[in-house]
């Protein structure tokens, strides 16, 4: 899953924790699930990695690696319908 190996970082939703390379995660937010919007971000004025929940900061999640960044989604179960914005439609967070 996304955050457990090098290289990777990522909130979970099963348990609202924050996993930085390696497979245990540290407490960060809380769960979330159907209907909740999720993000995060690269703030390079402020050298932040971030994740948001419905439009609020839920704060630093580290700093911003060097080189490029790829969006991931890990489903651990079947029937999960998402989407992804990439800019096209408005954000819930802004900067």
Known sequence: ????GDGSWAFHGDDGKLFLERGQGVRYGDTYGTADVV?????SQKN???FTKNGEYLGSAGSVPKGRLFA???IGCEGVHFSINFGLEEF????
């Open 1 to 4: 899953m996304p955050g457990w």
């Open 39 to 43: 993000g995060c971000g690269a703030d």
């Open 48 to 50: 932040e990695l971030f």
């Open 72 to 74: 991931t989604v890990g």
């Open 92 to 95: 819930r967070y802004s900067l």
